[in-house]
T-cell receptor, first 114, second 115 residues
Framework: DAEITQSPRHKITETGRQVTLACHQT?????MFWYRQDLGHGLRLIHY?????DTNKGEVSDGYSVSRSNTEDLPLTLESAASSQTSVYFC??????WGTGELFFGEGSRLTVL | AQSVTQLGSHVSVSEGALVLLRCNYS??????LFWYVQYPNQGLQLLLK??????LVKGINGFEAEFKKSETSFHLTKPSAHMSDAAEYFC?????????????FGTGTRLTIIP
């Protein structure tokens, strides 16, 4: 079955370190998204991509970057981790173009920055 | 800009009772509206969606929602709560058409079922 997987599921790091969260989907979806989930804020969009070599900033993109070199993967990089980036991160994907709005989510990556 | 407001961060209902989770939206264009559910330690999954067709939308697990333009609401209901409904529920809005998947989510409502 097609799926979307995130790794690592849990990570503890120190302030100032670079961290990369992986997201891999086998749906062959063009669209991929990264959200962060925080209590009281729900899910907020970090970055998104509508295809290979396409990346776009979401509402909370500062301190994060993504790259899209193939259809399957959209890694999220924190260049210099900060305590404010402690959160649960979700990757999601969806089919192309005029969409139904249905996102398929991974199980999340819990990041703690000490 | 689009936004959704979920009234009540926590809702508790008895097993067998009516479930009502409230969502109001703001949108400058005809909205596409969604409810997603998140079970513990899992990602979100689509419960139901409104895409400008029928105003009463039926979803999975016996849930339904009604789009009311005059009230800018899209409340989620289920006639009889089951223990397995305990989860967090998110309302979301999209703008339709290309890029519809770039959703804006509400802050979520945690539903607790009392035995």
């Amino acid at each position: 079955d097609a799926e979307i997987t995130q790794s690592p599921r849990h990570k503890i790091t120190e302030t100032g370190r670079q961290v990369t969260l992986a997201c891999h989907q086998t749906w062959n979806h063009n669209n991929m998204f990264w959200y962060r989930q925080d209590l009281g804020h729900g899910l907020r969009l970090i970055h998104y991509s509508y295809g290979v070599q396409d990346t776009n900033k979401g509402e909370v993109s500062d301190g994060y970057s993504v790259s899209r070199s193939n259809t399957e993967d959209l890694p999220l990089t924190l260049e210099s981790a900060a305590s404010s980036q402690t959160s649960v991160y979700f990757c999601a994907s969806s089919g192309a173009g005029w969409g139904t709005g249905e996102l398929f989510f991974g199980e999340g990556s819990r990041l703690t920055v000490l | 800009a689009q936004s959704v407001t979920q009234l009540g961060s926590h809702v508790s209902v008895s097993e067998g009772a009516l479930v009502l989770l409230r969502c109001n939206y703001s949108s400058s264009v005809p909205p596409y509206l969604f409810w997603y559910v998140q079970y513990p330690n899992q990602g979100l999954q689509l419960l139901l969606k409104y895409t400008s067709a029928a105003t009463l939308v039926k979803g999975i697990n016996g849930f339904e929602a009604e789009f009311k333009k005059s009230e800018t609401s899209f409340h989620l209901t289920k006639p009889s709560a089951h223990m397995s409904d305990a989860a967090e529920y998110f309302c979301a809005v999209g703008k339709g058409g290309f890029g519809n998947e770039k959703l804006t989510f509400g802050t979520g409502t945690r539903l607790t079922i009392i035995p």
